[in-house]
Every structure is written in C-alpha cells, then in structure tokens.
C-alpha cells in the first residue's frame, strides 16, 4: 500500500526531534518546533527499583529541518535548548541550568520495496553528529559537563492497513559514541501510528536507550520510555502533535514523565 507523505514523516523523539525512515522528495523542506517538559521525584537504581529520591526538571526546546537534498538523500539540521533542575535530596541545592546542542546529519534511503511488510517499505542508513551541553544528554549518564557523540542508524518503515485505516510501522536500532568520560549508547525506537480520520493520528512509541559499561562518575544505564500522542493535521501543509511519556522500567536512569508539544510544517 502507498503511505502518504505526512503520515511517514509524523514522528517525534522525547529527547530529540527526528524523522523516521522514509526521505523527503527532492527539494521539499520539513521545519518541526517542538517543547518538551518533563519532571521525576524518583530515579531507578542499579537494581532496577524506582526507591531513589531525586528532585528533576527539564524543558527542552528543539527545532529541526530538513531538506530534500535528492529524493533518497535528506540532510538535517538539529538545535535543542534545555532548561533543567537537577537535585539529589541532602545535598546542597543547585542552581537551574541552561544547555544547547547543536546536531547536523543526513538520512539516505538504502533500499526500498523490499517486501518485508509492505510492498513500499523502506530501509535507510542516518548518521549524524552532535555538540551538547550537560542537560542535553541523557541525565541518568550526567556529570555537569558538555561533551560530542556521532553515530548511525538503521531505520525501517512500511505501511499498513487496518479496518480501512492506513497506519505505519517505524523501526530503529544504532550506536552512538560518546566523548570519554560518557558512556556509549544504544538507542532501540519503535513506533506506529494509525489514522483514526483524515486529520486525525494515534501514535504510540517506544524509545529505549542501554548504555555502555562506565567508569566513575558515570555509571551503566537504561532507559525504557512509552508515548502516546495524538496529531491533528489543521492545514494543509501544517500538523499539531499533543502526547505525554513516562518510564516504566530502568536502571540508574530517572523515573520520568512527561507532556509534549511539537507544530510540524512542510513546504
């Protein structure tokens, strides 16, 4: 089945906007702003149990743009802001923080109709490479320090359909490496999205991240995050997407929920 071009392009990470596995057509621009606001009380421990108080607050404001640089090459530009409260109880307090990172990358699409849920599926290849400060990490691996990671992607998409309403799957698994002492990361995202109407989008995603092993400070984690968001297609080349996230399991890795808030546009 043919998925149409909003609907393979929909897709939104908590910790960074980002597209999934199909490529823009050439010459077409895709600008996605995005707010996301996120708090925990608890950390998970090296044993997994939710017992660890902590006292976290982050909003982080992302822009990301992408442009068709062929219709199997698409080349993307990333900025975040991140404003966070970090604070372990019976320890001084600490001021709030302000972060930015800054991500340049490109998505080119390896093989296409392979068949393997669809007809008209797709695999492609991201790499990308990022400067960040401290907040703009993952906070489970944080130690008040900037710092560069670089990686790849391996993304795979296909089409659906369901009760005569068209969907998506999307599928990611890559490697990042980290500047030392930072541990290596890598991501694993799942996501599918259905159609409910014309205007109208189910997403539910899973974004998971597993760290390398560390040397002190840092400290071997996992993280495991479930959304569920709805997006509202209310122009033609505009969409609004609403949704919330929380933890429901980790290691060494914070309790977190969250709301977010992200305006899609395509020309």
Not at 29 to 38: C, D, F, R
Not at 79 to 99: F, L
Request: hydrophobic share 45%; aromatic share 12%.
């Amino acid at each position: 089945m043919k998925t149409a071009p909003l609907l393979c392009t929909l897709l939104c990470l908590p910790a960074a906007a980002h597209a999934a596995a199909w490529t823009l057509p050439q010459d077409d621009w895709q600008m996605i702003g995005t707010l996301i606001y996120s708090n925990a009380d608890r950390s998970y421990n090296s044993r997994g149990d939710p017992a660890t108080p902590k006292l976290f607050q982050r909003a982080l404001l992302q822009t990301d743009t992408e442009y068709g640089w062929s219709d199997r090459l698409t080349v993307f530009l990333r900025t975040e802001s991140a404003y966070a409260y970090d604070h372990d109880p019976g320890t001084p307090p600490v001021s709030a923080q302000q972060d930015n990172a800054f991500e340049g990358g490109a998505r080119y699409a390896l093989l296409r109709g392979l068949g393997l849920l669809a007809d008209d599926d797709v695999l492609s290849l991201e790499v990308s490479a990022r400067t960040a400060g401290a907040f703009n990490f993952a906070v489970s691996a944080n130690a008040n320090s900037a710092g560069r990671d670089a990686g790849f992607r391996l993304l795979y998409g296909a089409g659906f359909e369901w009760q005569g309403m068209p969907g998506f799957l999307d599928v990611e698994a890559g490697e990042r490496w980290v500047s030392a002492p930072r541990p290596d990361q890598t991501p694993i995202d799942l996501t599918a999205g259905l159609w409910l109407a014309p205007d109208w989008m189910a997403m539910l995603q899973s974004f998971n991240l597993v760290s390398s092993s560390a040397a002190a400070p840092y400290s071997y984690f996992r993280s495991h995050k479930l959304e569920l968001s709805a997006v509202w297609r209310f122009a033609p080349r505009f969409s609004l997407q609403t949704g919330a996230f929380v933890s429901p399991a980790g290691q060494n890795a914070l309790v977190e929920r969250g709301v977010v808030l992200a305006v899609w546009s395509s020309f």
